[in-house]
């Protein structure tokens, strides 16, 4: 229970996007129900309800009401829970928030899933536009602490989460991230150690073992 | 001159993108100037200097500061002018009206050109995707006059410009959008009347003739 009302969240562990939810429900100190969900073995039919057009999580329920979509989740709890505001309250800083948000959004998970999911030349391709897409990042942050400046907030936490998945893209992709950008790779480290963050990532390593399993699966190996 | 500074929106006429800006400044009653970009015979600098990143239109700049992507212009224009809101106030409802404008994001215009784009078996398929989309948001406007209900706002005004496209779809398709989702074509025709609405979008008999080019130049006929 919370003090405004009951928070539930349809979660997958390995999900950057329900990790995103995590971090902004800890940031603002609210109580919630966390329910795994079996995406291969059988989505649960409160999920199938609750998003019957994508039928992904993350779902946050929230006093039974469902809000879809992890960026929007986050956008949902600041609007709800106000302290500590994750999105700034000057709209020009905010329209620059949400063009980065939106910038993570349409790459950097796509891209990084297209390193796994290939072999050979198109590995290479991937990787490529992959750490050109870090490096937009990289520029971005320039040598601010966090992406909005001193204070950690709305675009740290739609990026943080996917960085879990980096071992995994670097491992199978025969490279380094922290060797092409030094200075985003400093800000994960920063961030990782972050108490919210730290307690809602997924262990790289077990990313790592699920992927080894999916590329199985899929012939790609 | 506006009462809150300077607005110059980078243009290009057929960009039902850079329609969803000209709408919300007409709501609001914003004086503005529009410039129209040569997209195919040269950016301005102004719009390469506004945009490094995706070197797009539409691009708002207040007061000389570049606001970037429409989806994200709109929601900028929203805070700076509140009168009238576009956005709802209720978190929730909020929430709604951005999962809808995620979902036409993501969906409506580039299924739309896989149509102009296609031919034979695979531009069937595009229209058997595309009708699908539009039986969704059918779905999602069920019998009220707006997206949101009674009140005009957001999520028509992302969605609007996109059918001034739909002849050209039709057209090349062999097709009518009317045939197969009744109430979102009775919202669009409501819609158009609109005055701030009529007087952003382009013309679709222009947007058929530029696309008809389009499709000459790329070897499709």
Do not use: A, Q, V, Y
């Given at each position: 229970m919370t003090s405004k009302g009951e928070a539930l969240l349809l979660d997958f562990w390995a999900s950057p996007f329900c990790a995103r939810a995590k971090i902004s429900l800890y940031e603002k100190g609210v109580n919630f129900e966390c329910r795994e969900e079996d995406l291969f073995g059988g989505k649960s039919d409160l999920l199938l309800r609750s998003n019957p057009i994508h039928q992904k999580v993350p779902v946050l329920l929230h006093n039974g009401k469902p809000i879809l979509e992890s960026t929007n989740i986050v956008t949902y709890i600041d609007a709800v829970w106000p302290s500590p505001p994750l999105i700034p309250s000057s709209p020009y800083e905010a329209a620059q928030a949400r063009f980065w948000a939106d910038f993570i959004d349409k790459k950097v998970f796509d891209a990084g899933s297209q390193i796994w999911r290939s072999q050979g030349d198109e590995q290479e391709v991937a990787k490529k536009n992959f750490i050109e897409i870090l490096q937009q990042l990289e520029e971005a942050l320039g040598?601010?602490?966090?992406f909005a400046g001193d204070v950690f907030g709305f675009v740290d936490i739609l990026l943080?989460?996917?960085?879990?998945w980096f071992l995994t893209y670097e491992k199978i992709g025969s490279f380094k991230v922290e060797d092409r950008v030094p200075k985003l790779s400093a800000w994960i480290k920063r961030t990782k150690q972050r108490e919210t963050v730290a307690k809602a990532l997924p262990d790289p390593e077990k990313v790592y073992e699920f992927i080894v399993g999916m590329r199985k699966q899929l012939g790609i190996e």
């Open positions: 040598n601010k602490k966090f943080i989460p996917i960085t879990s």
